[in-house]
């Protein structure tokens, strides 16, 4: 069988970026969007997911951090959908209940072909200088989504800590992400829908 792989990029005067995504990887990462912190969840999300995932990104970051993680986001979002194909065999759906010390946060996920994200996280205030917004979590996923064509809701059942629940996010969402992707021997290669397709 065909290792699914893909690569996609995104020129703007905003900014330069460039994937390339395998789900039959091993977790091999090589990111660099120039947000440290950014850096590290995308590497938590491809070890998680076990994909092999390479982002080169250069952005305004001298303006926000906003359009660098949203078209990543963008980015990622269509790499994956390139790479999942026609979605014949697979589970399609994917869930992860990840606790990381006192946060516990869900992901569930349907790689239905329609458009969705619902993150439910209440951040904390961030007090002294700022590293990552992380209200830009939303932006992330919501632009995944829109790109890839996939329904996800994140909810932090528990949390207090910024880093602790925005780390659990994105390994919940690959862990999702890896259970949705898996074939299914049940399935003999049939599409998992009962409307034939996934046109929306």
């Known amino acids: 069988m065909n290792q699914r792989k893909a690569t996609a990029e ?19 990462v090589d990111i660099r969007t120039g947000i440290g912190f950014f850096d590290h ?3 938590a999300w491809a070890l998680n997911a076990r ?12 303006v926000s951090q906003h359009h660098t993680v949203e078209d990543v986001g963008i980015v990622m979002g269509s790499a994956f959908r390139q790479a999942v194909g026609d979605k014949a065999g697979i589970r399609r759906y994917g869930a992860a209940l990840l606790p990381m010390d006192e946060a516990l946060v869900r992901t569930v996920l349907d790689l239905s072909g329609r458009a969705f994200a619902r993150l439910d996280i209440a951040w904390r205030p961030v007090l002294g200088p700022v590293g990552f917004d992380y209200a830009l979590t939303s932006e992330f996923f919501w632009a995944f989504a829109r790109a890839a064509s996939l329904t996800v809701h994140v909810d932090a059942l528990h949390g207090a800590n910024n880093h602790h629940m925005c780390e659990a996010a994105f390994k919940g969402f690959g862990r999702a992400l890896d259970e949705a992707t898996r074939y299914d021997a049940k399935l003999g290669g049939a599409l998992p829908s009962t409307k034939g397709g996934f046109d929306g």
């Open 10 to 28: 995104r020129m703007t005067s905003e900014t330069r970026i460039q994937v390339e995504l395998n789900l039959d990887g091993t977790g091999k």
């Open 41 to 43: 969840m995308l590497t």
């Open 51 to 62: 994909f092999d995932l390479k982002v080169v990104a250069e952005g305004d970051l001298h």
